[in-house]
Each structure stands twice: as structure tokens, then as C-alpha cells.
């Protein structure tokens, strides 16, 4: 399966790589790409430089696309241009996976309304202004609602990824995957040691 | 202080970026810089190309070098121009990181003969045979010898920069830095769930 990963000015890095890491080294079974809204060199603050595709070329959808979080999000909710590529590229892909405050860009393009998703416990109060049909549920490290996965923050995405690898290939190959990368991954999607109270 | 992330073809992608997200976020006392052999974009078998510094840009050391594991450590252990560099890079920083197989990297510098470190379970066999006066240790999550930090694989990283930040910054600084990233920090750096026997 192809996994294509949204990149955009002030990504998280862990969002992105955690996630990666995981599909990455599953050669027999992903390839991963990287794309943005304008394609070429995308920066963040973490001093990353990397190389994106133009996201036109996945506007027929893809396997798995994936959305990482970021103090990028607080400007792209707000950047309907690419809110409508989303939507589109959303609706064509076979699954869409968030990570963190990567939700919050899910949840502007309308398509979770009346659906699960989580997110970053730090950021939770403004996430769910994006999107105030969605349920969003505050205590879990990741959730599935039909073909939407969304993880809570950062280092969740890995526990999500591995979540979905469980979902696909069974609970052994996502645990030998776990363990190949010495990763003590939270099996169950509801422990949640990060959960806060409502502010 | 400055760090100093060294990359080569086929580096393991969370080896680098567990590090860097924690790294990166602390703006007020860390700033992350990428460097290669020649510079220019580097790329990794997970689809990553990112661009680099030439490390003569550092020959005269920085406060942190942190050396990542992947499966181009297995060409790079007899890369010797590499490792000179690497000696004396090593030699000059106020801190040496590695993780994963990045420890057989250092290994090859001789500067760790005597030392304490450790490296990947999967490859731990590989790893001993670059640095046979080393004092390996294999059960450890990571390991600390002087101003020299070695992690088990990929995601132990992660759990090594947390104890070296509770070194540098106390224990509740590392443990608020785990809490924004919402990752499990294993803080025992003896607490190791994927020890293999010698084969």
C-alpha cells in the first residue's frame, strides 16, 4: 500500500517520523512519500528540511494518508485552498490517519463530522472548535471510527500506526514490528496516561 | 547548547528524529543542526531526503554529536576518512550521543575502548565485533560513561535524550518533556524489555 504523508511549514517531527518509521521499514508491504500543498523543500522549527512531491499528485487519493500535527495546523485550518484538496484526497484515500493536532485539519474538511476522533491533550480545547460535530473523545491514545484513525498527541501516532498494523495484519506482526523497533507500544487504545480534565 | 546530528545514506529514520523532536522543542536551550560527509540532501530507504551541513562545519567539535544507528552503519564502520573525522569531532564535543547501531560507529573511533555501551538487540552481535575492548552491556535501555551516551535501538533513543536532559536539567524537566510529547518514558535506564540472549 501506498502511504502518502501531508507535509507543511512547522510539522511536528515525531508526528511525521514515528509513523514513517514504522510503514518505512515495512518494504513488502508500504512505500512512503512525502508530499505538500506547493511541493519542494518543506522546513520546520525542529531544523528539517525535507523534500515534498506536489500534493496534485495524489489528488486521486492513496492507500493510507496521513496528517501529522503542529503549530502548522494553526495557520493551515485556516488555508481553504489546501482544507478542499484535503477533503478531496481524503475521500478518494482507502484510510486517513492524523496524527496529534493533525485532526484538526480532518476535522475542518467536514468528513468526521458525527465520527470518533482524539487528539493532542494540550491542544484538545482548540481542536474541537474545528470541527464541533465531531465526537471527540478526550481520553484515548488513539481512535477508529470507519476508515479514520486519529491518535492523541506526538509519540501516540507509533501506538496508533502499530494499532493499525494490528487492524490489517494481526496482533503478532504488529507486535514482532514493535519489538524490531525496541518500541513498548500501548496495545490498548483506551490507556491513556496523558488524559486531562477539560480547562 | 548546540546539536550536532550526524547523517549518511540509510540512517534509521526514528534513531534521528525521537532525538530531534525532543531536542527541537526546547528552543531555549537546544538548537538542532543536521551534517553529512560531503553536505547536500541526504536520503534513507523510508523515502526521507533532508538536507545537510558539510561536517567540516564542526571539525572543531560542538556541545552535543548525536550518532544514529541504520543499516548504513554497516558501510560506514570501514568508511576511514569518516571515522577520523568522527574521532576528532567525538574528541572535541562536550557530549557524545549514539543510538542503535550509531554506537558501532564510535566504537570504530576507538574513543569508547574500556567504556560502558550498548546498541540494537538485533544487531548486538554485529556491533561488538567494531570495538572488542569495549565494555558492552547487553541489557541496558542505555548507558552512560563519561561524557559519552549510548542507547539500545531506534525507539530507546528517545528514552536515552530524556536521561540525559534529567542529567543536565533534573528529573521534573525530563518528565515534563515526556508529558508534552505524551511518551511513555522508561526512566530506569537498566529497564530493558527487549534483552536477547547471546545467540
Excluded at 481512535?143 to 501516532?157: E, I, N, Q
Aim: hydrophobic fraction near 40%.
Amino acid at each position: 500500500m501506498n502511504v502518502a504523508v501531508l507535509l507543511f511549514e512547522d510539522f511536528e517531527t515525531l508526528d511525521v517520523f514515528g509513523p514513517v518509521e514504522i510503514f518505512g521499514r515495512l518494504k513488502d508491504h508500504y512505500k512512503v512519500s512525502f508530499f505538500s500543498e506547493s511541493g519542494g523543500m518543506v522546513k520546520n522549527a525542529h531544523g528539517i528540511s525535507i523534500l515534498t512531491g506536489n500534493i496534485e499528485d495524489i489528488k486521486n487519493g492513496v492507500d493510507i494518508f496521513l496528517i501529522p500535527g503542529g503549530h502548522g495546523t494553526r495557520i493551515e485550518v485556516n488555508n481553504t485552498v489546501l482544507i478542499d484538496k484535503l477533503r478531496t484526497i481524503c475521500q478518494l484515500s482507502k484510510y486517513v490517519l492524523t496524527v496529534c493536532t493533525g485532526s484538526a485539519l480532518l476535522a475542518r474538511t467536514g468528513l468526521i463530522d458525527g465520527k470518533k476522533a482524539t487528539s493532542n491533550k494540550k491542544a484538545f480545547d482548540w481542536v474541537i472548535t474545528q470541527g464541533e460535530k465531531v465526537n471527540w473523545i478526550r481520553k484515548a491514545r488513539w481512535t477508529r471510527d470507519d476508515k479514520f484513525y486519529t491518535s492523541a498527541g506526538v509519540s501516540a501516532g507509533m501506538d496508533m500506526t502499530l494499532g493499525f498494523l494490528r487492524d490489517i495484519h494481526g496482533p503478532e506482526f504488529a507486535r514482532k514490528t514493535a519489538f524490531e523497533i525496541e518500541y513498548n507500544w500501548i496495545e490498548n487504545m483506551e490507556e491513556d496516561n496523558f488524559f486531562r480534565q477539560e480547562r
